[in-house]
């Protein structure tokens, strides 16, 4: 069974930081990733959606990275700001079921 | 921008109603699903469509039961609602399987 952690649970840093949010599976046979981000009592963003076959994405100040091989995705957030505060979910995409979820890392950003 | 709506967006009711939530696209998206999460905690999948007349269940054990009759609509059902019920009921679309999911903006319910 396929299990999706992210570390750190919860990351407080000041603006203008860079940082990096983690995310693991236990399951490589994966047909693709995908992070998310969640703000208090809203739905789901989607941010990024990495193929199996790429090993990055890039989206203005995010950049996502994935090793399948290792069971790793790193989401990068270059100068972060406040507007940034919120959970950040990542996922996996088995092919013909629906995502998988981390626990997600709640990330606030001090003005 | 992904068109994926949820009603209602907010729901408190009494034990043993029955309630339905509504989810709809308008992106002609064959799959859609049902996620539920409780506060602070992981999404986990409760059920899911590959198409009309196709519904099948997640991962996560639900009382709820859902139908697909149009491709549009994937309603959610509780026969009745219960405070173990109380959650937050994500609902989402994609087209071809592996591509992006698009989420609703969800629906909290809160069974007294």
């Known amino acids: 069974k396929q299990e999706v952690t992210q570390i750190p649970a919860a990351l407080s840093v000041p603006e203008g930081e860079n940082l990096v949010l983690n995310c693991s599976f236990t399951?490589?046979?994966?047909?693709?990733l995908q992070w998310f981000r969640q703000d208090p009592g809203k739905g789901l963003t989607s941010l990024l959606l990495?193929?199996?076959?790429?090993r990055e994405q890039t989206s203005g100040r995010l950049n996502a990275s994935l090793d399948k091989s290792s069971g790793r995705s790193t989401l990068y957030i270059a100068a972060s700001q406040p507007g940034d505060s919120a959970t950040y979910l990542c996922?996996?995409?088995?092919?013909?079921?629906?995502?998988?979820f981390g626990s997600g890392t709640r990330l606030q950003v001090q003005p | 921008e992904a068109d994926i709506y949820q009603t209602p967006r907010y729901l408190v009711i009494g034990t043993g109603k029955k309630i339905t939530l509504e989810c709809s696209q308008t992106?002609?998206?064959?799959?859609m699903y049902w996620y539920q999460q409780d506060p602070g905690m992981e999404l986990h999948l409760i059920h899911y469509?590959?198409?009309?007349?196709?519904?099948e269940k997640g991962d996560l054990s639900s009382e709820s039961t859902v139908s697909r009759i149009r491709t549009e609509h994937f309603p959610l059902t509780l026969e009745s609602a219960r405070p173990s019920h109380t959650s937050q009921y994500l609902c989402?679309?994609?087209?071809?399987?592996?591509?992006?999911?698009?989420f609703g903006p969800g629906t909290r319910l809160t069974v007294l």
């Open positions: 469509s590959y198409g009309v007349n196709s519904t």
């Open positions: 399951d490589s046979a994966i047909y693709n």
């Open positions: 990495i193929q199996s076959s790429q």
């Open positions: 989402a679309s994609s087209p071809p399987p592996g591509d992006t999911q698009y």
């Open positions: 996922a996996v995409i088995p092919g013909r079921r629906a995502l998988t």
């Open positions: 992106m002609g998206h064959d799959k």
